[in-house]
């Protein structure tokens, strides 16, 4: 893929209607993707700070938000309007001149997580290249539906609850996500408009 983009580094807000979606982009200079983290707490959390800064020290771009605003508390009544959240993070990315260009993986590493990334891939399959979760936070049903190239990881889990997914070896993770995205043949044709 040929990028359009310098390396950059920054703090963002998108304004919402109830608030505003903060969170931070980092892209490498010709980062062949960018990595949305699709998780509600992804700017803050140990475990995706980790997994963000093994996939930038391999190129990748990431993308981590708050996506829970003051007050809020991530539970399924919320993921409904988590999912919103993305695609307006998304949105947000295509908009922008300096990433409208760039291929976009969503990565989840919690349910709510999963949850999120399914929801835009249903409504938004031709923004999004590929999608990258645990085989445990996806219901069997839905796998039929998937209509993007998707890596569904294995392996034991510590505890979900406790937000320990790819925790202790994120290099590992991260060494098999990025092995898969450039093994797969199959590659999103970006719209130039």
């Known amino acids: 893929m040929n990028n359009r983009y310098a390396e950059t580094q920054y ?4 304004a919402l209607d109830d ?3 903060e969170g931070h982009l980092t892209v490498p200079t010709n980062a062949p993707a960018i990595i949305i983290f699709a998780d509600s707490d992804s700017r803050n959390s140990a475990e995706s700070l980790r997994l963000a800064e093994a996939f930038q020290n391999h190129n990748f771009g990431t993308l981590q938000m708050d996506m829970l605003l003051e007050g809020e508390e991530d539970s399924p009544q919320m993921y409904p309007m988590l999912a919103e959240r993305l695609a307006t993070a998304l949105n947000w990315l295509k908009d922008d001149a300096d990433t409208r260009f760039s291929e ?4 989840a590493r919690t349910p709510s997580g999963a949850n999120n990334a399914l929801s835009v891939m249903r409504e938004r399959a031709k923004q ?5 979760l645990h085989v445990d936070l996806v219901n069997p049903t839905e ?3 998937l209509s993007v190239p998707t890596l569904v990881l294995t392996g034991t889990i510590p505890d ?3 937000d320990n997914l790819f925790m202790a070896k994120p290099d590992n993770v991260v ?4 092995e898969w995205y450039n093994d797969y043949p199959y590659k999103v044709q970006k719209d130039a408009e």
């Open 143 to 145: 796998l039929p539906e």
């Open 160 to 162: 979900i609850k406790k």
């Open 175 to 178: 060494q098999q996500v990025i």
């Open 104 to 107: 976009y993986m969503l990565f």
């Open 128 to 132: 999004i290249s590929t999608i990258v």
């Open 11 to 14: 703090d963002f807000a998108i």
């Open 19 to 21: 608030g505003q979606l």
